[in-house]
């Protein structure tokens, strides 16, 4: 019982649409219907600009982290690892948005930062490095998942390491149409960096 009620609390904070709140209330605009349609970061980029984007990725990661904090704020004998799992998915299927949400790479990056601060900036630095250098959103955070892969097992925290690897199954799995558009050279890059 105990971790149903904190895997129903983290879903329903993944479960928050940063992108629409963010859009709606100080653009009056629906992020979905814009862009790739995406309530993810970088769609709020995309369409809304630098400061929207960063205000809802901020959000996205919070939200992460917040999730996998619960058990530790009340106390409960439960994995964190294993709540934030379900923000992921409330990110990604967030039942405050019709279930049609984000790719969850920040609110991925939120829950390890919850759990182990040192990899979620290691994969910051790594993200922020490959996206200087490929300019593409999507490429740099999938190839961050497999530098936290990496990284994990480096510092032998095997746990991490099986839930980045989920992590980065569900990046990878939800950026398909990107692989394809990468591979025809059709993908949008940055031009901010």
């Known amino acids: 019982m105990e971790y149903a009620l904190y895997i129903i609390l983290a879903y329903l904070l993944g479960s928050i649409p940063s992108g629409l709140i963010v859009g709606k209330l100080?653009?009056?605009?629906?992020?979905?219907?814009?862009?790739?349609?995406?309530?993810?970061?970088?769609?709020?980029?995309?369409?809304?600009?630098?400061?929207?984007g960063f205000i809802v990725t901020i959000a996205d990661i919070l939200k992460g982290?917040?999730?996998?904090?619960?058990?530790?704020?009340?106390?409960?004998?439960?994995?964190?690892l294993i709540v934030g799992i379900f923000a992921v998915v409330g990110h990604m299927y967030?039942?405050?948005?019709?279930?049609?949400?984000?790719?969850?790479?920040?609110?991925?990056?939120?829950?390890?930062?919850g759990?182990?601060?040192?990899?979620?900036?290691?994969?910051i630095l790594s993200f922020f490095i490959i996206l200087y250098l490929s300019k593409y959103?999507?490429?740099s955070s999938m190839l961050t998942?497999?530098?936290?892969?990496?990284?994990?097992?480096?510092?032998?925290?095997?746990g991490l390491t099986v839930l980045i690897s989920l992590f980065t199954l569900f990046v990878i799995y939800r950026h398909r149409s990107n692989i394809k558009r990468i591979m025809n050279k059709t993908e949008p890059k940055i031009t901010w960096m």
């Open 65 to 80: 982290t917040l999730a996998a904090a619960l058990p530790y704020f009340l106390g409960a004998d439960v994995i964190a």
């Open 115 to 123: 759990v182990n601060p040192l990899v979620f900036l290691i994969l």
């Open 94 to 113: 967030p039942v405050f948005a019709r279930f049609k949400g984000g790719k969850a790479v920040a609110t991925s990056g939120g829950v390890i930062l």
């Open 145 to 158: 998942g497999i530098v936290g892969i990496i990284a994990t097992v480096i510092f032998k925290d095997y």
């Open 26 to 52: 100080g653009y009056g605009i629906d992020i979905r219907e814009h862009g790739s349609g995406n309530l993810g970061g970088t769609n709020t980029f995309r369409v809304l600009g630098k400061k929207a």
């Open 137 to 139: 959103v999507s490429l």
